[in-house]
């Protein structure tokens, strides 16, 4: 009895490290390799946040679908209107980022991405840097992946 509490302990260990390294990757957990689908929204992801930083919003305003909701950090909920305005007018100044642990779930015609990011800049004038989680919701139409939801939670140190 007391080897197969040792084996079931160890089997235990060993499958928590397992899902530990793979959660910390870009990939999905449950497999190594993303699909065709699930690599495009994580390189839209990439897109939209080098789009950001570049202060491009051509590129932001095809990415965000017409009814676009962003819940920022604080709780308001800015539209694709008010987001793409204030990209305009220089209001976020972003220095750098990092993207990290990006997991697509695709259901469909509709995909729920989640990563970490880390932002290095401003938004008028209040620094911004530091790490982020963010939640975004798309919808594919007519071949491409446009987002209709994001939400940002600010990660305190801890």
């Known amino acids: ?12 260990v060993a499958s ?8 910390n990757t870009q990939e999905t957990p449950h ?6 689908a699930e690599q495009a929204l994580a390189n839209r992801e990439k897109e939209w946040a080098d789009a950001v930083k570049r202060r491009d919003a051509e590129t932001i ?18 539209t694709k209107t008010q987001a793409l305005e204030s990209i305009k007018a220089g209001d976020l ?6 993207l990290d642990d990006v997991q697509v779930n695709i259901y469909g015609k509709s995909a729920v991405v989640t990563f970490a990011i880390t932002w290095n800049g401003n938004f008028r004038g209040n620094d911004i840097s530091g790490p ?3 939640t975004d919701v798309f ?3 007519t071949g491409h992946w446009q987002c209709v939801a994001s939400q940002a939670t600010r990660i305190r140190p801890q």
């Open 16 to 23: 928590t490290w397992s899902l530990t390294a793979q959660t």
């Open 1 to 12: 009895m007391k080897k197969i509490l040792i084996l079931a302990a160890v089997v235990f």
């Open 93 to 98: 100044v972003i220095d750098a980022f990092e």
């Open 61 to 78: 305003g095809r990415i965000q679908a017409e009814e676009y909701r962003f819940t920022d950090p604080a709780g308001r909920i800015w």
């Open 139 to 141: 919808v594919k139409r």
């Open 31 to 36: 497999r190594a390799s993303l699909t065709k």
């Open 132 to 134: 982020q989680r963010m």
